[in-house]
C-alpha cells in the first residue's frame, strides 16, 4: 500500500472525476495534502474544492522557474 504526503490532481479529470479521486483519497488518508490543477474554475467550483479537502489550486499549465 503507498501513502504518499501529498497529490497533485488535474481537475480535466472526468471518469472518475477529480472531485470522486479527492473524496476517496482523503477518506482514506484524511492527513493528505491534496493540490488541484485547474484550467477555468468558478468561485462556486473552488467552494466545493475547499470543502472536498483541497488545500490549494494551481492554474495550468504550471509553469516552475
Same mark, same amino acid.
Given at each position: 500500500?503507498?501513502?504518499?504526503?501529498?497529490? &497533485?490532481?488535474?481537475?480535466?479529470?472526468?471518469? #472518475?472525476?477529480?472531485?470522486?479521486?479527492?473524496?476517496?483519497?482523503?477518506?482514506?488518508?484524511?492527513?493528505?495534502?491534496?493540490?488541484?490543477?485547474?484550467?477555468?474554475?468558478?468561485?462556486?467550483?473552488?467552494?466545493?474544492?475547499?470543502?472536498?479537502? &483541497?488545500?490549494?489550486?494551481?492554474?495550468? #499549465? &504550471?509553469?516552475?522557474?
Amino acid at each position: 500500500d503507498l501513502h504518499p504526503e501529498a497529490i &497533485v490532481v488535474a481537475l480535466e479529470l472526468t471518469k #472518475p472525476s477529480a472531485l470522486e479521486v479527492i473524496a476517496k483519497l482523503t477518506k482514506e488518508q484524511p492527513q493528505l495534502l491534496v493540490i488541484a490543477t485547474y484550467r477555468e474554475l468558478s468561485i462556486l467550483d473552488m467552494e466545493k474544492l475547499e470543502r472536498a479537502g &483541497v488545500h490549494d489550486l494551481l492554474p495550468q #499549465p &504550471v509553469q516552475v522557474p
